[in-house]
């Protein structure tokens, strides 16, 4: 498939409306009928697929100019669960301004957001909208501009619609399940995802830009693990690593995922994040070909609620396999538990 190219204008129309991805193995839906049956059973259908992803992008635009508008240093920031967990003002009233667009849009859906979620809360199986209203607080606080809108429509608590927007770089990600990804930057051009229909090869770590991130738990089990493995990963084979590329953290785990399907990042490993957090950027990132199995070590099939998650590139599925077992071989018998 070509990477299409369009205008700004053309391109929040057209997103998703290119020749079709592979079909989802896991739902076994190879044809058109049987994609449509499974879509109906929810009260769907493809042209309202499609147009809850407009509605998306342009809730996600929207909320972007609340962030860009909006002035961390007058509006002060307050300790979630610690000193380097934080909400401002501006994200709950960007998710208060999502939640009321979606909910009027769409008055039978549900809808889950970080900043409204209690804990207990779950997903349902039912269609399902998720809020990060900005992804990377402590990004925006600082003025690092890695911070993201991150919103998603579920159904059986998988994905199936995703767009992440970048306020302050002007990108958006989209993808919706078996129409593909795509990227529109501040530019106003639009390609399909991967930026390189031909991935590059992935013969080991050896070879890969990994992302990681440092998370708020800052002592325990987890953070030794989390500490450990960022070393075992950058470390010389000599000395028992990996010896990466490099490693990178942009302090946003929505964008980590849409770099990896952009292929700019060829992994993400993490623990501890939340459903919305990395909801949107799944979907993006199977539709670009990559494939998201868990942080811990034997589990394939992770779920978008599981906090656990390992997004690799899309590639030869023996060699996204195989990075995943060298990450997963760092490990040893150590796990995360969230």
């Known amino acids: 498939m070509n990477n299409s190219i369009t205008s700004t204008s053309q391109a929040h129309h057209e997103i ?19 994609r449509s049956d499974y ?31 909006a002035d961390p240093s007058i509006s002060p920031s307050t300790p979630k669960n610690n000193s380097s967990d934080r909400v401002t003002a501006t994200d709950k009233a960007v998710e208060k301004k999502v939640h009321d667009r979606l909910t009027s849009l769409y008055p039978h859906f ?42 998603a ?33 501040a530019a106003g051009v639009t390609r399909r995802l991967p930026v390189s229909p031909v991935p590059k090869p992935m013969s080991s770590l050896n070879e890969c830009l990994v992302a ?14 989390r500490t450990a493995v960022h070393k075992q990963l950058l470390t010389d084979k000599a000395e028992g690593g990996a010896m990466v590329h490099s490693v990178r953290s942009s302090g946003s785990a929505a964008l980590d995922f849409c770099y990896v399907a952009a292929g700019w990042i060829d992994l993400f490993w993490e623990g501890g994040v939340w459903v919305w957090d ?12 990559g494939i998201v199995v868990s942080a811990n070590p034997g589990d394939w099939e992770p779920t978008v609620e599981g906090r656990l998650y390992l997004a690799v590139r899309g590639a030869k599925r023996a060699e996204q396999e195989g990075v995943v077992k060298e990450l997963w071989a760092l490990m040893g018998d150590r796990k995360f538990v969230f």
């Open 16 to 34: 998703g409306h290119l020749p079709l991805s592979p079909p989802d193995s896991a739902l076994n839906t190879p044809n058109a009928q049987h």
């Open 39 to 69: 879509l109906a059973s929810h009260g769907l259908n493809d042209t309202l697929l499609h147009k809850i992803k407009d509605d998306l992008i342009s809730i996600a635009l929207e909320a972007g100019r609340m962030i860009t508008s």
């Open 110 to 151: 549900n809808f889950l957001g970080e900043e409204t979620f209690t804990l207990g809360d779950k997903l349902a199986s039912t269609p399902t909208f998720i809020c990060d209203p900005i992804d990377g607080t402590l990004n925006f606080i600082h003025g690092v501009p890695h911070t993201a809108v991150s919103l």
């Open 153 to 185: 429509l579920t159904i059986d608590k998988k994905p199936i619609v995703g767009v992440v927007h970048n306020p302050l770089r002007g990108d958006t990600f989209a993808g919706v399940k078996w129409y593909g990804a795509f990227l529109t930057t």
């Open 212 to 225: 990681v991130e440092w998370g708020n738990q800052r002592a325990g089990p987890n953070w030794e693990l």
């Open 278 to 289: 990395v909801a949107a950027g799944w979907i993006i990132l199977e539709e670009a070909g």
